[in-house]
């Protein structure tokens, strides 16, 4: 607590000193009913990574993110900074995918955050900071926007968040924002104008969105993005600020010479059958009922199939414990790697092995990064691999092949899907390439379908 305790006076005096208090914003403005549309890019595209240099880079990712995710569960009103990132962590907070859009005027200022459906927080590195990580692209600038403007701490932005730091009810509202890697963010709330692409072409315009100025930004960031935008369910996510009832996106395939951008939607277009390849299936979106201010999305997962084979493990090994609140699946866009309790992983291990005719590498963890399950194979792009089918309530994610058992190095056909000593169920983003996925958060359900992500 001390240590906590030290970095929020840190925090409160590198905020104070640096930011001057501006006028109170009114309330924040909706997005009218418009389809907005933005550009995502995956975090390591287009720089020169082999197909088993991205694996490992996800691998690190991905183990640290899953830890910073369970973490939580101990620590349901703030971001636990004592679980550790995996050794060789790039990017330990969950940086997968960035959403590109600008804020301010009259001249925009271009920000690269990272897409993150497990928290609700949007916040961007100021150029004013006083403890920085080093990012390409400047630092957004607040004095040169002149729609800018604090928020004070009476504001039920600031007032309903658990991260707000608010010891004078009239002051401009501060934040702090740990994540179970150890990094630290804190800044002051201010609140500006959006820019984001309008769907069918042009800019769509939003004004008086809120977010944190980082100003005391320490720990491990990747280089790539200038901060994190929160897709949570919570008030100060960015769906929920643009008061959009429905969310989507659709990533591109990422093991690819040529990676494309991939496009998200705040406010999903009507037509989820456009370029669609298969039928749109929709599950229930679940809260957590033992820590109902955990505002992850998670599913309800019921079984597995692989080839003709449903595993012998009950609904109860991807369900929330009704004593802790720990466990559960969670759909999540900052985890690379789709990851099942170590019971469950060797299960799905075992009926693979039992039905690819092809030899185990037993030394294919120095090219991926992990101890995936590898079979050698010559030509390995043309031999036939089982079907894996995870059972939702009301629906079936039948993945396709690529999405679980791809070529890697033209020599070997690996199952990309992780284990972890903890009891939680992740949906990893490599398992849903090339899926329209829509967080329909105002109806509590998840709809997917198989999708030409590219053509979107």
Known sequence: MTGRRTVVLQVLSCVLFLIPITSPASATSAAGGLTIRADLTHVDSGRGFTGSELLNRMVSRSRARAARLYGRHSHPYGHPATAVAAPGTVGGIGTEYL???AIGTPRPQRVALTLDTGSDLVWTQCASCAVCFDQPSQNFDPSASKTIRNVLCSDPICANSTDSLCPIRDDPCVYLDSYGDGSITGGNVLRDTFTFK???GGAAVVPEISFGCGLFNKGIFDTNESGIAGFGRGPQSLPSQLKVGRFSHCFTPMLVDKPKNSPVFLGTPDDLTAHATGPVQSTPLKRNPVIPSINYYYLSLEGITVGSTRLPVTASAFAINEEDGSGGTLIDSGTSFTTFPIAVYEQLRKAFVAQVPLPVDANSSSETGADFLCFSAADAEKVAVPKLVFHLEGADMDLPRENYMPVINGKLLCLIIDSTKDNQTLIG????????????????????APAQCDKL
């Open 99 to 101: 959403i590109h859009l």
């Open 198 to 200: 309008g769907y069918g």
């Open 429 to 448: 983003n490599f398992q849903q390439q090339n899926m329209h996925i829509v967080y329909d958060v105002e109806n509590s359900k998840l709809l997917f």
